[in-house]
Structures are given as structure tokens and as C-alpha cells.
């Protein structure tokens, strides 16, 4: 099925220059695209990259106007990544790929569970009592929402994703055994959140793990009990945050990075992927450690003097003084 | 639904320094607790926190009874963390949030799998022939038990846990593919072992997977073929323990450790949060290792310089020698 | 039931020095193994363990063929390891534990979904519409293969896996939002691939996400949208790979390994466990990077010094030219 440019800029504005009855049958990468394809080009940097493209038309933004113009149709608008989105989002509705509304005959729903008629619950899902799926809401196939969870309008839930397990809370025993405590809380996640492929978020304590709204979690997340998450941020793949855990608006979680439990972290923090946050963070900025990557035999022998690194400080300190003493004699 | 304090302490013990008839309605941490509202204190250093609370009643420790008597209402207890735990216990049987006996219709339970009838099988799990599942454990909802593995009394396995898949192991075949070893073991649990969300633990090749009594696990590990986890000690989210690990009894691991295969941990290590082991480790102790984080500037000159430590050590050695010459020499 | 080792010999080849109406009743490491279990010994280095092994026969490789031989029963095979594997593989069949073909009831199969008549679709798993299942594949309970994804012929797809999830794509907006990217890709597994259990492979934004033939993949690892992993590397568990990232051939990656988006690993790369990988790698080799485990009091020491190791080097830098002064000046 293909779709007309000028149906897309009547659904997404644009200004379009070029064939409106031009159809599109795919969109693709701008290297790769063919005269039936649409692209799109975000930097202004890679205006050079549009020169030997062969797609039928390309979203730009109104600096490359002219460059674009002259080598075939374009749509400009001020933002051509967003407007890309999107018509990745129109383009799923008009191809009717779209999850429909309604709960899959082999979902399991407990009773008490409480639905919005527009939201749709995948195949195979467990939805506890008491629990609430927002309007607009998809619930993947294989998605577990426990007892008393609450999940606001337009989020979507990857397969495998399991809300509301119990967080990982245990007494000491004088036996050195764990005495379990029961997680009495629940979680609460806003609206417009995405939660990926086997992400876990466990229900709080006493009170509740809160997802605010626009969060976007990527696959094989595990968030603990009474984290707070705030508004907008995203975390990509592999990535852990401790128990009680408060993060702000507008962070980002590069993949695998690991947030320890009952730190405080700023609005506007962004960590690089595999890195350890062991303090607060009280001021936005971009924060990173991980050990970087060396041919074996190199990390090999910097591993082994690393673990002298302190002695070492005070070997310098050591040379510093003798070094003035020697200077002052001679 | 209200749980009287005089009925709290009844079932759990411990002295009651004030009114038997107070109503609970909620359990609540000590600075938000309401007057209908019942809260503890564990830390005696925190005794302070007391003084504002609103709490309706307070479980303490010995020490802090004037304290807490002067305030209001409290349970004296020798251990008020484990008496709370003990409370939510008794919190979840009273409202009725246990998991009942039995199985699940939407479970699928292959023949000649043996359930305890005490034992709960939530909705939409999986359990093969041959598995044994103990008395009063309680398997909730998408979780998967394979064939042959077999799990102790009383554990909790959460939502997506996948116990007895394939380890991981393949022979090298002289073209450069893999070929599979089958894995002919299984996985055996002991009792009281808590199991978190998608955590999975893998059947062993030739012999058994083997966590013992008392084990608890966060979500998100991964346990590999073939390992050891002695009784009582507790992982993490994230963690990953690779094929053949033996380790000992009451250790803990932090969040996303890691502890290389064929390793030999002994009783009582703490290993800290995102520390990879790599040797065995002899004694008990508390072991570290990750690179702190810093800003991401100062990251970089560090990561920049770290290359060339083993360097830096022989530069460090040549100034001593040349130093001892110019000392002589002066 | 037993196995003769005549029957295992006719099946598999190799030179049988001994009874060929032995039975054996399993297979057995070779330390623990008794006379009516059967057990491989791979490493000539290891010769001296055959002495006291009570196995009933031993597969052993020609240079091992008299020690062994003077010991009992043995099977002289050139790659003894693979010869196992290929044994692991007949014991299944004979024992029956290969799931048979077909499609659990309990499983739900989309109109549109082409399943071969030889393939496995365990219980309570989901295959999408338009999603294609190769001959001899064997999808284990509870997997999810989403709409359009494609898997080839003889692979094996464990408990918990996700396949074709969407990508991990955000436009951000004006306001600080983000703007879903919805993901227009597929994913595509050639010929005897193994997944792990809960391990996740999304779907690509435009392209695809592709595996090559022979690919194994462990448990607990995210495969981001629009990656491509060639034939034969393997990796361990809880590995990560961020988007687009492009690996060759034969390469591996060990346990936690990371790497980020974009990069471009050669054939026959091998990454340690806990390494993360920030660049692209154009040269076979092994390559690592992680902070070695210590003693916690030794690490806090050097990892505080570690922060000032680009302010040692200039310290360094500086001993080395004042030294240069006072020596000349002496």
C-alpha cells in the first residue's frame, strides 16, 4: 500500500516542493532509498549526503531548502527528525498495524481489574485485581501488571515486561537467615510512558514505586522498589536502579549504567552507558566511569599497576620532596 | 480494613506501651506515618526522627522505650526490623493477599509433574514433566519451571522467572561453528528461596544447578549451568554468576556484580555493587571493584591517563634511580 | 535406560577398545563418573585424571589412546569434546526429550504466521502474524516472536525470549519530550541460532535486525534494533548491544559485556566479560577493559587516587624536568 506525499503533508503540515500525487510505498535510510521511498535528513552537516540519494522525497529542514530542491521533491519543515516520528506513527495507523482495542481472549484478567475500553491487552498478559490500564494504553502479548499497579493513557508495554513483582526487601534473622517483607505498596506509572522487553519495576515497600509521565525505559530494565523516576527521562537497555532510588526530569541512562539505591539525582543529569552511580548527583551535567577498553595484553598490565595507584601517588609525593631537598643542597 | 494493635501483638509478640484498641489501617514509614497509622524504628541513632512523628503507634528497641513512651504508643521489641517484617506478614494473611492453593486453569502442568497441594501456580506458568514444586510455594503468574527441576518448600518465584533452561555450552566444531551440548541436568532449589522477576537459572549439563536453602534472588540475574549458591546468601538485580561458580553460604552480592565461571567464593563475601570477580576468593571480606564516577571531562583526561599507568610506574622507578644518582653525585 | 556403547559407536563413529555390549546407564564427569556411566576427557593435559576415573568407557582423543586404554574401556576419537556434544545430542533422541513437532495448544499463532509442520511451538508462547518459524526450530514455552520476524531453520529459542520488540527510538521535541519513532523493521534468524532465556532482540526502525546462521546467544542479553551479528559469534549472558552496532564473524563476547551503538566489530574479535566496548574495533584480538577486583579498603584507597591520575602524570612530567635541571646544574 502505497501512500501520496500530499496526503502526508495534509496530515503532518510541511511545505512540500514536488509531485503531491507521488506515491510512497516504504520509508527508508537516505543512502538506501529508492524513487518509491521517503527519507529524511536531521543534520544540516550531512547536506552532502543528499546529492546521491535516490529517494523520491526527502524531509528537510528549511536551511537545506535550496540543496534540497535542486536534487528532487523534499518536504521542509523546522523538524525534520519529528516529523519523521511522526509519519512512522501515520504510517503504522494507515497500514493498520496498530494494536486494536480490547483484551486478548487468552489474556488472564483478574477480577477487579479496571480496563479503559480503549486500551489494548496483548495475548497471553496477567492484569491483577485492582489493577488500571489507562486510555489508549497497549499491553503487549506476555506482559504481567500486578495487584493494585496503575498504568496511565497512550503508554505502551513491551512483551515480557513484568509491573509490580515484589520489590527485594528482607529482615535479618539473629540466624543469619532473611525474613521476608511483604511489599505492601504498588507502582504508579504516568502517561506516554514506554516500557520495554523484560523490564521489571517492583512494587514499593509501604509506598509506591512512581513512573512519572513521558518516561521511556528500554528492554531488560530493573527498577526497585520506591525508585522515582521523573518526568521525560529515558534509560537504554541493561540498566539498574536501586531501591528508593529518585532520579529527575529530562535525565538520561546511557545502557547498562547502575544507579544505587536511595541517591538523589538532579533534573538534567545524563550518565554514559556502563557507569556506576554510587553518590548523589546535585547538579545537571553529564557524568561518566567505566574502565576503558584496551587490547588484553595492554589492559593486563595497567590492571596490575592500577591496584598500585595509591602507592604510587605517594611515591611521586616522595620524589617531590627529596627532589626539593636535592635542588636546595646543590 | 483495620488491624487492631492489641491483635498485633497477640499474634507477634512483644510489649505494648499503650492502647490495645487502636486502629491500624496502614503501615507507614516513621516521618509520614498518620495517627491511624503504625511505624518502626530500627536504628537507635535515628531516635531523633521519633520525637516528630504522628505515628499511632511505634515498634522500637529496648534503648529507645523512654523515648518512644514519652511520644505516644509503642511495641518493645529486641528487633524491631524483623517484628516488621514479621507485621507484613501478618498484614498480607489478614487482607487476604496471599496467593491461594492450587493451580491456575490458564497453567499449563505437563504429566508427570508432582505440585504439593499447598503449593499456588499462578496464571499462564509453566510447568514441565518430572518437576517437583514443594509445600506452600508459591509460583506466580508467567513463571516457567522445565522439565526435572525441582523446588523446595515455601519459595516465591516472581512473575517471568525462567528456571531450567539450557546452560550454555557448545563444543567447537573444526569449521569455526558450535555445536550443542545438550544439558542433561536439572535445577534443584531448596527451601524458603526467593526467586525475582525474569531472573533465570540454568539446568545443569551432566550434574544439577544447585541454590540452596534460605537463597534470594532480585530480578533480572542470571544463574548459569552447573553453579553452587549456598544457603542464605542473597544477589542483587542484575547480577550474573557464569557456569560453574561455587559459592559459599551467607554472601551477598550487589547490584549487577558479576562472578566469572569455575570461581570458588567462600561464606560471608560481599562483593560490591558492579564488581566483577574474576579469581576465587578465599577469604570472607568485603571486595570492590569498578571505576568511580566522575564528570565526564575529568573522565576522560583520567581514562586517557590510566593507559599509560604501567607506564607512568616506570617513570615513576627511573626518577627514583636517577634522583639516588643525583643525591650521590651532589 | 541404558545405551550399549556399541550402539553409540555405530551411531557416531570413533574406535571402540573395549566391550561394545557395556551399557551405560548416563554420562558422568570424569572425576565422578562410575562403571556404568560414560565420560570424555578433552585436554591431554589432563591425562593424569584417568587413572583413578571408575567411568565404564572414556572418550578420549589418539594421543591419549594408550593411557587411556591401559585404564579400561575407551572410544579413541579425533575431537573427543565434539564427539561428546554429538552424544548429548543421541541421548536426547533416545531418551525421548526432544519436543516433538507441532504447536502446544495453549500457544497462540496469529492468522498469517507460517509455521513449518517440523517445528516446535512450546506452551504459552506467541508467534505474530506474518512471522516465520524455519524447519526443525524449536520455540520453548512461553517466547514471543512479534509480527513479520523470521527465524531459520534448526534453531532454538529458550523460555522468556523476545523477538521483535521495538527498537528503542525517540524523536525529542520542543518540550523536552519524546516523540515515538515507531519501528518499521523486523528481525531475521538464519539456521541454527540459539537464544537464551529471556533475552531480547528488537526489531528494526527501518531495516532489519539481523542474525546470521550459527549466531548462540546466552540468557538475560538485549540485541538493540538494526544490529547485525554474524555467523558463529557467540555470546555469554546479560551481554548488551547497542543500536546498529555491525559484528563480524566468530567472534565472542564474555558475560556483561557492552557494546554501544554504531560500531563496527571485525571477524574474530573477542571481548572479555564486564568490558565495554566505546570504539570500533578493526582488528581480531582480545580486548578488555574493567577495574580489577580488590580488597574494598584497597580499592576506595586507589580508586580516590585513580581520580588524580591525569594530575600525577603532569607531576610525573614535571620530576622528570626539574630533574633534568638539577642534574645538569650538579
Redesign the interface.
Given at each position: 500500500m502505497t501512500l501520496r506525499v500530499g496526503d502526508i503533508v495534509a496530515a503532518l503540515g510541511g511545505e512540500l516542493l514536488g509531485d503531491a500525487q507521488r506515491g510512497i510505498a516504504?520509508?527508508?535510510?537516505l543512502e538506501?532509498a529508492q524513487p518509491d521511498e521517503l527519507s529524511f535528513l536531521a543534520d544540516a552537516r550531512l547536506t552532502h549526503a543528499l546529492k546521491g540519494s535516490q529517494a523520491g522525497c526527502v524531509i528537510v529542514a528549511p536551511a537545506m531548502r535550496e540543496a534540497a530542491a535542486a536534487r528532487g521533491d523534499c518536504i521542509v519543515t523546522d523538524?525534520p527528525?519529528?516529523y519523521?516520528?511522526?509519519l512512522?506513527?501515520l504510517?503504522?495507523r494507515v497500514h493498520g498495524?496498530v494494536p486494536q482495542p480490547g483484551i486478548?481472549p487468552?489474556a488472564?484478567v483478574e477480577e477487579g481489574a479496571i480496563i479503559d475500553p480503549s486500551a489494548s491487552v496483548?495475548?497471553?498478559s496477567?492484569i491483577?485485581r485492582g489493577a488500571r490500564i489507562g486510555a489508549g494504553t497497549i499491553i503487549?502479548?506476555?506482559v504481567?501488571i500486578?495487584?493494585g499497579c496503575s498504568i496511565g493513557a497512550r503508554c505502551?508495554i513491551?512483551?515480557?515486561a513484568?509491573i509490580g513483582?515484589?520489590g527485594?526487601g528482607?529482615?535479618?534473622?539473629?540466624e543469619?537467615?532473611?525474613?521476608?517483607?511483604?511489599?505492601?505498596g504498588a507502582v504508579r506509572i504516568g502517561d506516554?510512558v514506554?516500557i520495554?522487553?523484560?523490564t521489571?519495576i517492583?512494587r514499593g515497600a509501604?509506598?509506591d514505586t512512581v513512573i512519572e509521565d513521558?518516561v521511556?525505559l528500554?528492554?531488560?530494565i530493573?527498577i526497585?522498589h520506591n525508585c522515582h523516576i521523573g518526568r521525560?527521562t529515558?534509560m537504554?537497555?541493561?540498566v539498574?536502579v536501586?531501591g528508593s532510588a529518585h532520579i529527575g526530569a529530562?535525565c538520561t541512562v546511557g545502557?547498562?549504567g547502575?544507579i544505587?539505591g536511595h541517591l538523589h539525582i538532579a533534573d538534567h543529569v545524563h550518565?554514559?552507558?556502563?557507569?556506576?552511580?554510587?553518590?548523589s548527583i546535585r547538579r545537571p551535567?553529564?557524568?561518566?566511569?567505566?574502565?576503558?577498553?584496551?587490547?588484553?595484553a595492554?589492559?593486563?598490565?595497567?590492571?596490575?599497576?592500577?591496584?598500585?595507584?595509591?602507592r604510587?601517588?605517594e611515591?611521586?609525593r616522595s620524589?617531590?620532596q627529596?627532589?626539593l631537598?636535592?635542588?636546595g643542597?646543590?
Amino acid at each position: 500500500m502505497t501512500l501520496r506525499v500530499g496526503d502526508i503533508v495534509a496530515a503532518l503540515g510541511g511545505e512540500l516542493l514536488g509531485d503531491a500525487q507521488r506515491g510512497i510505498a516504504r520509508l527508508a535510510p537516505l543512502e538506501a532509498a529508492q524513487p518509491d521511498e521517503l527519507s529524511f535528513l536531521a543534520d544540516a552537516r550531512l547536506t552532502h549526503a543528499l546529492k546521491g540519494s535516490q529517494a523520491g522525497c526527502v524531509i528537510v529542514a528549511p536551511a537545506m531548502r535550496e540543496a534540497a530542491a535542486a536534487r528532487g521533491d523534499c518536504i521542509v519543515t523546522d523538524n525534520p527528525h519529528l516529523y519523521f516520528a511522526r509519519l512512522t506513527q501515520l504510517w503504522q495507523r494507515v497500514h493498520g498495524a496498530v494494536p486494536q482495542p480490547g483484551i486478548h481472549p487468552s489474556a488472564v484478567v483478574e477480577e477487579g481489574a479496571i480496563i479503559d475500553p480503549s486500551a489494548s491487552v496483548g495475548a497471553l498478559s496477567f492484569i491483577g485485581r485492582g489493577a488500571r490500564i489507562g486510555a489508549g494504553t497497549i499491553i503487549r502479548e506476555r506482559v504481567t501488571i500486578e495487584q493494585g499497579c496503575s498504568i496511565g493513557a497512550r503508554c505502551l508495554i513491551q512483551s515480557g515486561a513484568v509491573i509490580g513483582g515484589d520489590g527485594f526487601g528482607f529482615a535479618s534473622t539473629p540466624e543469619g537467615g532473611w525474613e521476608k517483607i511483604e511489599q505492601l505498596g504498588a507502582v504508579r506509572i504516568g502517561d506516554d510512558v514506554e516500557i520495554g522487553a523484560n523490564t521489571c519495576i517492583d512494587r514499593g515497600a509501604l509506598g509506591d514505586t512512581v513512573i512519572e509521565d513521558g518516561v521511556k525505559l528500554d528492554n531488560l530494565i530493573q527498577i526497585a522498589h520506591n525508585c522515582h523516576i521523573g518526568r521525560h527521562t529515558a534509560m537504554a537497555g541493561c540498566v539498574g536502579v536501586a531501591g528508593s532510588a529518585h532520579i529527575g526530569a529530562h535525565c538520561t541512562v546511557g545502557g547498562a549504567g547502575m544507579i544505587l539505591g536511595h541517591l538523589h539525582i538532579a533534573d538534567h543529569v545524563h550518565i554514559s552507558s556502563a557507569s556506576i552511580v554510587t553518590r548523589s548527583i546535585r547538579r545537571p551535567g553529564h557524568y561518566t566511569g567505566f574502565f576503558p577498553l584496551d587490547d588484553n595484553a595492554q589492559w593486563e598490565k595497567n590492571a596490575a599497576a592500577l591496584k598500585q595507584i595509591h602507592r604510587l601517588r605517594e611515591r611521586i609525593r616522595s620524589l617531590e620532596q627529596q627532589l626539593l631537598a636535592v635542588a636546595g643542597a646543590s
